[in-house]
């Protein structure tokens, strides 16, 4: 079992930045990859970012550039940098995780990017 605590949403205005965390309750190096997903309302959930256990990093091509994936192994922590916010990332994001070829995902952190 992995448990996948997620914080650091919030409101933010086009433009503006957040950090969104997630703390896994096992060691990382234990976890094939993870990462975050996110779900804007109407849509289906989508792939924004992972890391491996090695390290090998994946963006998708809308958030390239403006977000970064990085992680704490000391902290089990992965963090999701996001600079240059728009209104289209507004969206509940999602921490996930992959183990012995099981997924698990955490409870969701809301990001609001609005004027």
């Known amino acids: 079992q992995v448990q996948l605590v997620e914080s650091g949403g919030g409101s933010v205005q086009p433009g503006g930045s957040l950090r969104l965390s997630c703390a896994a309750s096992v060691s990382m190096f234990s976890i094939y990859v993870m990462g975050w997903y996110r779900q804007a309302p109407g849509k289906q959930r989508e792939l924004v970012a992972d890391i491996t256990s090695g390290g090998r990093i994946k963006y998708v091509d809308f958030v390239k550039g403006r977000f970064t994936i990085s992680r704490d192994t000391a902290k089990n922590t992965v963090y999701l940098q996001m600079s240059s916010l728009e209104p289209e990332d507004t969206a509940v994001y999602y921490c996930?995780?992959?183990?012995?070829?099981?997924?698990?995902w955490g409870k969701g952190t809301l990001v609001t990017v609005s004027s």
């Open positions: 996930h995780a992959v183990k012995d070829g099981m997924s698990y």
